[in-house]
């Protein structure tokens, strides 16, 4: 990945399982069409192309054109690929592969750790857009929200409330402004993107499209902290801020 694709690559943080209703998928598909469209690569967690809403962004980005970098840790490696959370009705739990392909438009990163893997991921963003997940998910997007709070970097991050899903995310943190743990010129930390009020068109709206119109309305410099994150204890400097995180 060169330099200008870095600057218009998006992360995209979601479930790897798909979610028991369609719009989740549905979704996840139109969000990998608007990136491709947009000419802006995916960077993603590095499940399958098939499998769970990780694989749906995946494959929608390849399938129009577009370019996927999947990072994954080597243990998920090792073993078989990252595994779907969701239990099917037989019990089994289904193992999300990597995506293989001889195409250049996929490229494939092993890292050492969790850790190192978000970094990554982040280092190669100009934004991040979670869709519905579970807890890795709710991780991912609230540390580079702390990141954007704390001047390591100053990134979007967009969170697609599909079927109000993340709307118990948007009262905790109305709740935890007005019980004194957040500021309230933080809110705008997290942009949410709600679809139409009626529900059942959730599964047609353009979540890809909306998304990236809140990416391009992000204005860094707004967010301003205290904070060097390049210095170092032995008085030499980082390469880049994100050294610190």
Request: negative net charge.
């Amino acid at each position: 990945m060169n330099s200008e694709e870095r600057i218009r690559a998006v992360a995209v943080y979601c479930g790897s399982s798909i979610g028991k209703r369609a719009a989740y998928a549905k979704a996840a598909h139109s969000v990998g069409v608007a990136l491709a469209k947009s000419n802006r690569p995916l960077i993603y967690g590095g499940g399958t192309l098939g499998h769970g809403l990780m694989g749906t962004v995946a494959h929608a980005v390849v399938e129009a054109g577009g370019k996927v970098t999947g990072v994954t840790p080597y243990a998920l490696v090792a073993a078989g690929g990252e595994e779907d959370k969701s239990i099917e009705p037989n019990g089994i739990k289904r193992q999300v592969a990597l995506p293989t392909s001889s195409s250049n438009n996929i490229e494939t990163i092993i890292v050492n750790s969790m850790h190192e893997r978000k970094v990554e991921m982040a280092k190669r963003a100009c934004g991040f857009v979670a869709l519905p997940g579970g807890f890795g998910t709710f991780e991912e997007f609230f540390e580079v929200t702390t990141w954007t709070q704390i001047g390591i970097h100053d990134k979007p991050v967009v969170l697609l409330n599909v079927l109000n899903y993340y709307e118990p995310i948007r009262k905790m943190i109305q709740s935890a402004i007005e019980e004194g743990f957040v500021q309230s010129f933080s809110s705008r930390l997290i942009t949410i993107v709600d679809g139409p009020e009626d529900l059942v068109q959730h599964e047609t709206f353009d979540w890809g499209f909306a998304a990236l119109q809140a990416i391009e309305s992000w204005k860094e410099g707004e967010v301003l902290s205290n904070y060097d994150w390049t210095k170092r204890i032995d008085g030499t400097r980082a390469d880049g801020s994100l050294a610190a995180s």
